[in-house]
């Protein structure tokens, strides 16, 4: 079945710093690959949508300059959390669509925990 | 956009009993229904989905109604079993943006205690 991987899987830094998420098709092409934000018990909140080759489109309310979306290949997008500040802490999880699948199915990554200190 | 409501937040049932969760949607040109099972600090896993042009699909003890005149779908879990606790995610599949994006818009979830 599809894969998507993510690295790391968890990472801590310190307020200020940049950290950078990897999101991976292992088997697949994916032409579009979807950023979501979860906090504690709530639900997966859309960030951005990166395709492949061209600018992501982020939702309202999510700050461009500061989530960093790279989609260079079908198979790699990555986030890049600038000057990370503690409420940026967070479960972050990408998924990827099939390029393959003619419908609308996506595969979701294992997820990055953040910790800002 | 697209709105997705869910009920109910939290759902307690003994070991063997039914759960049903249900959504709503608003926007009548989605036709793309996905069902996730999430467990704590885990991804979300696609458990059963079902399209638009389907009333109903079974997968063993899983099954997923769609009523698009209610602009309504449910999960049905029968003889639940203490490995079926999770929250539980409906999502939707509004309008095709001409971006390909085929964005999906979650429900806020469901969180199922299966009681032994």
């Known amino acids: 079945g599809a894969v998507v991987s993510q690295h790391p899987s968890r990472v801590i830094c310190k307020s200020g710093t940049s950290v950078k998420i990897e999101c991976r098709s292992l088997?697949?092409?994916?032409?579009?690959m979807f950023w979501y934000r979860q906090f504690p018990k709530q639900s997966l909140m859309l960030m951005a949508t990166s395709n492949e080759g061209s600018k992501a489109t982020y939702e309202q309310g999510v700050e461009k300059d500061k989530f960093l979306i790279n989609h260079a290949s079908l198979t790699l997008s990555t986030l890049t959390v600038t000057s990370a500040h503690p409420e940026d802490s967070s479960f972050y999880i990408c998924?990827?669509?099939?390029?393959?699948?003619?419908?609308?199915?996506?595969?979701f990554g294992p997820g990055t925990r953040l910790t800002v200190l | 956009g697209e709105n997705v409501e869910q009920h109910p937040s939290t759902l307690s049932v003994q070991e063997g009993d039914s759960a049903v969760i249900k959504c709503t949607y608003s926007?009548?040109?989605?036709?793309?229904f996905p069902w996730y099972k999430q467990e704590l600090g885990k991804r979300p896993q696609l458990i059963i989905d079902?399209?638009?042009?389907?009333g109903e699909k079974k997968d063993q003890r899983i099954a997923v109604t769609l009523n698009k005149t209610a602009k309504h779908f449910s999960l049905h879990i029968t003889e639940t079993q203490p490995e079926d606790s999770a929250v539980y995610f409906c999502a939707a599949r509004g309008l095709y943006s001409g971006a390909g994006s085929y964005q999906l818009t979650f429900g806020k979830g469901t969180k199922l205690s299966v009681i032994p």
């Open positions: 998924s990827a669509r099939d390029r393959g699948n003619s419908y609308n199915e996506q595969f």
């Open positions: 079902i399209r638009s042009n389907v």
């Open positions: 926007d009548s040109a989605s036709n793309y």
């Open positions: 088997d697949f092409q994916a032409t579009t």
